[in-house]
T-cell receptor, first 113, second 115 residues
Framework: DAMVIQNPRYQVTQFGKPVTLSCSQTLNHNVMYWYQQKSSQAPKLLFHYYDKDFNNEADTPDNFQSRRPNTSFCFLDIRSPGLGDAAMYLC????????????FGPGTRLTVL | QKEVEQDPGPLSVPEGAIVSLNCTYSNSAFQYFMWYRQYSRKGPELLMYTYSSGNKEDGRFTAQVDKSSKYISLFIRDSQPSDSATYLCAMSSPHSGGSNYKLTFGKGTLLTVNP
């Protein structure tokens, strides 16, 4: 089945220690998104790639970076995690056309100690 | 005022009840309206989407959009314990500077259907 895969599902890091979250997709979609979702809150878009074009949301902190080496993979790098960065990180994909149905991965739950 | 407002609940109903979930919005640029279901510790999955005002039915689910009032609803008939999840409304508008769209989500309503 075509799908969006996120690894790891659970990540524990220490305050200030860089961490990388991974997303891969078999849908061959052009667009990949990273969202941050804190408990009982709406998913918040951090940035997205439209093919190789990177689009950052205006209020995404500089601490968050992303890489997309090819169509299938996208990474979220948190350079110096703070306690406030503890959240669920969701990766989603969509095709270039259409109304933008987004397909989500299961998420990575990040804990910062 | 937030762009999308959704009552977070929680909402608890007995099995078989009709459930009504609602969102209001303020941004007239929203063009598509979606409902996602999110089970605990999982990613959201798309339930239904609509474009125009009116109703759209899919099995036990009915999505309703009233653009004049900026109000959308999701109705679940004959609710089942397996419907217990968080329901997120989402709205789509063209992303500035690009041809793809961005989603703006509500906070989600936590629904529990009791056997």
């Amino acid at each position: 089945d075509a799908m969006v895969i996120q690894n790891p599902r659970y990540q524990v890091t220490q305050f200030g220690k860089p961490v990388t979250l991974s997303c891969s997709q078999t849908l061959n979609h052009n667009v990949m998104y990273w969202y941050q979702q804190k408990s009982s809150q709406a998913p918040k878009l951090l940035f997205h790639y439209y093919d190789k074009d990177f689009n950052n949301e205006a209020d995404t902190p500089d601490n968050f970076q992303s890489r997309r080496p090819n169509t299938s993979f996208c990474f979220l790098d948190i350079r110096s995690p703070g306690l406030g960065d503890a959240a669920m990180y969701l990766c989603a994909t969509s095709s270039r056309t259409g109304y933008n149905e987004q397909f989500f991965g299961p998420g990575t739950r990040l804990t910062v100690l | 005022q937030k762009e999308v407002e959704q009552d977070p609940g929680p909402l608890s109903v007995p099995e078989g009840a009709i459930v009504s979930l609602n969102c209001t919005y303020s941004n007239s640029a929203f063009q598509y309206f979606m409902w996602y279901r999110q089970y605990s510790r999982k990613g959201p999955e798309l339930l239904m989407y609509t474009y125009s005002s009116g109703n759209k039915e899919d099995g036990r689910f009915t999505a309703q959009v009233d653009k004049s009032s900026k109000y959308i609803s999701l109705f679940i008939r004959d609710s089942q314990p397996s419907d217990s999840a968080t329901y997120l409304c989402a709205m789509s508008s063209p992303h500035s500077g690009g041809s793809n769209y961005k989603l703006t989500f509500g906070k989600g309503t936590l629904l529990t259907v009791n056997p």
